[in-house]
């Protein structure tokens, strides 16, 4: 187990992620910004990953990434400005802070094309082995952009050079509301790795501990030039697809079981159980959290809002 500092650290972050996404959920509800995609539930999974990566480490998020932003160091003003698009969002309000990037923090931007990350991120990785800069990539993805030809095409190319990558599939279920037990032949993601020659590991993707114990031995892995890793990561997202998306009723069925999951309480009674935290200590950084999300609002609502002349910033023929 972490030293106390440490742990108290990820509950933190995990703690952060969840409570922008309440902020968030309750936002969009309100007619405040469009058709926010939740990753609430999936704290574990992006903090656990994320947290042992040294900085110039390399990370693609997916679109339910608020988490692995987080961690690598996002300010929660930034992102809740580019929620309500505003110009001095890092974006300036072109789009949402769902593909953000930060390259001072090591995190690209994913695409609109959910899926595709894969072959950039093993690009990410063949540069950085050309380049001999130890650097690891490490890219997110959900089930459905397992089925897509670029996943395959990434873990073949990553399995042939031995690039170092990490591939990590959050698998929540459902690909929108397609589940994943009618659009996955042979019943799991993970064991596809072996038809690359790469190691592959179904992981709790609720425990945060399990996730960090993962992509370490990933990166492990990586360092030492054995190449690539495929993780996939069971987990499930607490909102539907996205606040203006359909009613899931599939989803919607397995919600109580896997809310009884709730990542956050399980490191609770980790921390409490170590003694390495007390119940005091999770609310005095509940309510700096608060504090800083209530914060990062009143400086989106206080900025101006984007213009059109944004959207030719950075644009070349």
Known sequence: MEATSAGLEMYRLMLTARRFEEKSLALSHAGKFSNYHSCLGQEA????????LERDDIVFPSYRGIA????????LKDLMAGLFHKSVAPTRGRIPMHHTPNIELGVWGTTAMQGSIPPIAAGS??????????????????DGGSNRGDFHEALNLAGIWKL????????????????????????SIWQRAASYGIPGELVDGNSVLAMQAAVRRGVERARSGD??????CETYRWEYHSTEGDREKEWAAGLDEWKAKCPIERFEKVLLEQKLATRTDFGRIGSAIDAEIDEAVAYAQAAPDAVPEHALENVYR
């Open 125 to 142: 990785a063949l540069a950085s082995k050309m380049l001999k800069t130890n650097q690891v990539s490490i890219c997110f993805f959900g």
């Open 45 to 52: 999974l992006g903090v656990g990953a994320c947290y042992q």
């Open 227 to 232: 190449g690539a890793t495929l993780l996939e």
């Open 164 to 187: 170092p990558v990490i591939f990590v599939c959050e698998n929540n279920f459902f690909a929108k509301s397609m589940p994943v037990s009618r659009s996955t032949a042979g019943g």
């Open 68 to 75: 692995v932003r987080i961690t690598r160091g996002f300010k």
